[in-house]
């Protein structure tokens, strides 16, 4: 549980403006408690119930940060701690457990993690130990092997929602931008309309808003939109972006 009595907010701070923090805990109140606590402090939040929607908001976006519970159902923090830090990725990535022995302290920055908070806290030590490691975060320079993403004379770099060309960028809506995202962290793979949908948080506009958003994107990044060569549609399947055609 969070402790609630120290509850009061501490000055907005300019280091996390637009820092984006991702929250993952089976328990939906305190999951609520903290995504209203760190917005209310400044920050964007997006939440997870589970190591697997943890993996459909991180499949978009790169956060600043990961506050992530331990015991879950199915993968827990631990393991999801083990397997981002394998696939390179660098945020801090902060664990709360109702196990507070140093010896679980140990096995979970043994796994990755930057630092670890035993339930019950005050909201207050989880914004502070926030701050300080947003603070003294340097992300590692960025590999254009894994991140730009090659159309012809197009590059799109994923992790800041950007597509350029030889002459500048290229506007996007958040919306184009949003699902070029998704599409190129999974190049050469068939996503469904169902899995693009659930990832953009479109479920209840419908996979058709899928479609629509597909043929707008492809007026930006195909030389011939009626014959896509880089964004193609597989047949009962979903779509795939095939990048460096």
């Not at 050469?188 to 948080?201: M, V, W």
């Amino acid at each position: 549980m969070i402790q609630t009595a120290c509850d009061a907010s501490l000055p907005h701070d300019s280091m996390i403006v637009d820092a984006h923090v991702v929250v993952v805990d089976d328990d939906p109140r305190l999951r609520r408690l903290l995504q209203r606590y760190l917005s209310e402090q400044g920050f964007r939040v997006s939440a997870a119930s589970s190591a697997q929607e943890a993996r459909q908001v991180l499949g978009f976006m790169q956060p600043d940060a990961l506050v992530l519970d331990i015991t879950m159902p199915g993968e827990n923090g631990l393991e999801l701690t083990r397997e981002l830090r394998r696939e390179k990725l660098h945020f801090p990535i902060l664990l709360l457990t109702a196990r507070g022995e140093p010896e679980d302290r140990i096995i979970g920055l043994e796994a990755g993690a930057d630092d670890y908070l035993a339930k019950p806290f005050e909201p207050r030590e989880l914004l502070l130990r926030l701050k300080a490691h947003l603070r003294h975060f340097v992300p590692p320079a960025p590999s254009n092997n894994l991140r730009i993403v090659r159309m012809g004379d197009l590059e799109f770099d994923p992790v800041r929602g950007l597509l350029s060309n030889a002459e500048g960028v290229v506007h996007l809506t958040g919306g184009e931008s949003a699902l070029l995202s998704v599409l190129a962290r999974h190049p050469n793979e068939i996503l469904s309309r169902t899995d693009i949908a659930a990832t953009l948080d479109m479920e209840e506009i419908g996979e058709r808003a899928v479609d629509v958003q597909v043929t707008r994107l492809r007026r930006r990044i195909e030389p011939d939109p009626r014959e896509p060569r880089y964004l193609q549609t597989v047949r009962g399947k979903g779509y795939v972006l095939k990048p460096g055609l």
